[in-house]
């Protein structure tokens, strides 16, 4: 049955006043995974000119994992980071978010969901090259409901974390390539979004803002947020607690990292979780105790 724009099953939860820059949404759906494809086929062209750019992808993924995407170019990283994004959708197979199916959904509910809970990072920065560097933060939020003083200080305040707040009112093109990409990373968290989708966010950028870069995602990984990189640069593999190989448009392997310190973050955000999952199991029982 198709999704209507009355249809409330997909609607955001409501965000929690908090001084906080970066949540997670765990209400959404319970305890199901924040991503799960199951058997997902992604096909482009037709007959001889057919290409399998996903070919029955299995995949689970928890809420505030960090998990890289590594591979060949043409293995389907790219394809498989747009599917998760709702920029694309599968040929067959089925799309989880938050435990629903997002074939259900309109295109103006993608794109909602898309404007609030996922955030992307790319690796050319796509800023526009006439705004300055506050209304390019501020465009999410101008898409949403037009721009006000409050949204106003809402990126001042994130620029300022990320120690832009002397440039503000300085355009694209007199930014550093390290700058630039604070500033794309700066606008895909203005809309505090649970899921962040990063496709070579250092390609273009040197060492050291490289390392900048990473140092960033970093801390936003351990406010809770899910992030799902995709890179060629076997080094950033190290700050994610999970490592995805991608060959011919299927996973050939899915290995976990457990020594460094994006596992320990990402453990005890899951643990934090399961003990909500008790808590929560507990009062389901006392309630159905007091019932009988």
């Keep these: 049955m198709a999704t209507t724009c009355e249809d409330t099953s997909f609607d955001l939860p409501a965000r929690p006043n908090v001084g906080r820059v970066f949540f997670a949404a765990l209400n959404s759906s319970g ?98 090259q006439k705004l300055n560097v506050l209304d390019n933060v501020a465009l999410p939020l101008t898409y949403q409901r037009g721009l006000n003083f409050r949204h106003q200080q809402r990126v001042s305040a994130l620029l300022k974390t990320f120690g832009l707040q002397n440039r ?31 496709d070579e966010p250092t390609g273009n950028l040197d060492s050291k803002n490289a390392e900048i870069i990473m140092d960033e995602l970093t801390r936003i990984h351990r406010e809770g947020n899910t992030i799902l990189m995709v890179t060629h640069n076997p080094d950033l593999l190290s700050y994610a607690s999970r490592v995805i190989h991608m060959k011919d448009g299927q996973i050939v392997r899915d290995i976990e990292l457990t020594e460094n310190k994006a596992h320990a973050a990402t453990s005890r955000f899951i643990s934090r979780r399961k003990a909500m999952r008790r808590r929560r199991s507990g009062v389901r029982r006392l309630i159905r105790r007091d019932e009988q």
């Excluded at 029955?56 to 960090?66: A, H, Q, S, V, Y």
């Excluded at 009112?169 to 550093?176: D, G, I, K, T, V």
């Design 168 to 198: 503000e009112y300085y355009m694209p093109y007199q930014l550093s390539g390290g700058q630039t990409q604070r500033v794309a990373i700066a606008r895909a968290l203005v809309n505090k979004p649970s899921i962040i989708l990063a």
């Design 31 to 128: 305890d199901a995974p924040i991503i799960e494809l199951r058997g997902v086929q992604k096909v482009f062209g037709y007959d001889d000119t057919a290409t399998m750019a996903l070919d029955g992808i299995d995949l689970i993924i928890e809420r505030g994992e960090f998990v890289a995407i590594v591979g060949q170019s043409g293995c389907g990283k790219t394809t498989l980071l747009n599917m998760i994004g709702l920029l694309d959708r599968p040929t067959s197979g089925n799309y989880l978010l938050n435990g629903r199916n997002v074939a259900r959904l309109s295109t103006s509910r993608k794109a909602r969901i898309r404007n609030h809970e996922i955030g992307f990072v790319f690796q050319n920065f796509n800023l526009i």
